[in-house]
């Protein structure tokens, strides 16, 4: 019987999976045939079994999927560093919006978005969720480097450099979903920005929007305890019972931060089946609070892992995210097996996906799913000896250590050069906007 042929073959020491769960191969091969997985096998099998255009050998290695960020800022890299430490609202009102209001625009985010896909690429991000003013730029940014994005249009009920109004802000969110609406890599969201930064007829438009059009909707929510009191006092009710009121949340909403919940929220977040993305350092950093991930887990809903932008947190590497989360979740939970290695690992990439819609292609190594895989080198000293590579991955590894990156079968970086993006340029191009925004 002749060897079936295949496109590649990635032969790794240990492969992660995800699913089946709790699970890690050790020498064996992933197959993948025309942007997607065939199937994980011994390597000798693999070997007799297909006949692949090229091969690629991990000999020290962790081969597992690509991770999900799912929630960003993609641009306002170009502001990492900028006001730091600072508590939300003033780091917001007096820092973050008057330089925008200077220096946003389609350059800003063009050049900001590429140096934070290049930034999580190189630290095995493949998918992003973003949310940001001059969203087609963003979207041009993102098809031109070929990583997988949820791009959110972001509205408020009020002007910025972004638009006029919300209805300026809908009108270019609309026209951008039509533009990629057959776009196998990009997803069009509506982002409004904060339940106290849009009024309550804005967020009746964009439920409607979102039912009609199975649109996402990915808002911050409960970010803060003055957000709390503020909309008892102007609403006489908590954000999350006014969110359920006006018919906002729903199975394809994404709330962001969530640190100040309680019981009644967490029943309206599972009755409505909606998701929750942990942004652990950036909340750590702004002390806006903690998010009770295993209390959120323990009733059923899927939280995913996202790093905020890196103006406030400042580094987008999820895998230092992951160790954050999974520390985190277990000081406030008080106990020690909350968020185990393997969780913390689903929620940074299947449960990621599920919060996107994308949880049929990607966040798993599935026969079928798209090849959207990350590999990992592990022959350093701080990663010996190893005992096992899930809690590696968890507790020791970091970003860097990341060697190859894959979308959709599409090679994205191979032994820790970028191939669709050009790290010196980029860096030139920050130089030049740190200068500008911040002149010495």
């Known amino acids: 019987m002749q060897p079936t042929k295949i496109d590649l073959l990635i032969n790794s020491r240990w492969i992660i999976p995800i699913v089946p769960e709790n699970r890690v191969f050790e020498n064996c091969a992933l197959a993948i045939d025309q942007q997607k997985i065939v199937g994980i096998y011994p390597q000798a099998e693999a070997l007799s079994k297909f006949n692949p255009d090229s091969v690629v050998d991990l000999d020290d290695h962790v081969l597992m999927p690509g991770l999900v960020n799912a929630h960003g800022h993609a641009a306002m890299s170009l502001l ?85 109004d919300p209805d300026d802000y809908i009108h270019q969110g609309l026209k951008l979903r039509d533009t990629y609406k057959d776009n196998d890599l990009i997803k069009i969201a509506c982002a409004p920005h904060a339940p106290y930064t849009v009024g309550d007829e804005t967020l009746r438009r964009i439920a409607t929007y979102a039912n009609e059009l199975d649109m996402a909707v990915h808002i911050h929510c409960h970010e803060t305890a003055k957000e709390i009191t503020d909309s008892v006092h102007l609403y006489s009710c908590r954000p999350m019972q006014r969110l359920d009121d006006l018919g906002i949340l729903l199975p394809q909403t994404q709330l962001v931060h969530m640190t100040q919940i309680d019981k009644d929220d967490i029943r309206l977040i599972q009755d409505n089946n909606c998701h929750v993305v942990h942004c652990p350092e950036s909340n750590l950093k702004l002390a806006s609070g903690f998010c009770p991930v295993a209390e959120l887990m323990d009733a059923g809903i899927n939280v995913a892992l996202g790093t905020d932008g890196a103006a406030s947190n400042n580094d987008l590497d999820l895998f230092g995210e992951l160790k954050t989360a999974a520390l985190l979740a277990k000081g406030v939970s008080g106990d020690a097996s909350a968020l185990d290695a393997h969780a913390a690992l689903r929620m940074a990439t299947l449960n990621g996906a599920k919060a996107l819609g994308w949880q049929d292609q990607i966040g798993s190594l599935e026969a ?73």
């Open 80 to 164: 990492r560093g900028y006001a730091d430490d600072q508590p939300l609202e003033p780091w917001l009102e007096e820092h973050i919006w008057p330089v925008e209001n200077r220096f946003l625009g389609e350059q800003f985010v063009a050049d900001g978005t590429k140096l934070a896909m290049a930034e999580m690429i190189q630290t095995g991000t493949t998918c992003f969720a973003d949310m940001y003013f001059f969203a087609d730029s963003a979207a041009e940014q993102v098809r031109a480097c070929g990583m997988r994005s949820q791009i959110g249009f972001t509205v408020f009920d009020f002007p910025t450099a972004g638009g006029k």
């Open 368 to 440: 079928g799913k798209s090849a959207d895989i990350i590999a990992v080198e592990i022959n350093s000293l701080s990663q010996k000896p190893l005992y096992n590579p899930a809690s590696q991955m968890v507790y020791t590894n970091a970003g860097s250590q990341v060697s190859h990156s894959w979308v959709a079968g599409k090679a994205l970086m191979k032994e820790r050069t970028l191939l669709t993006l050009n790290e010196a340029e980029l860096i030139q191009t920050a130089d030049q906007w740190r200068t500008q925004i911040k002149p010495d």
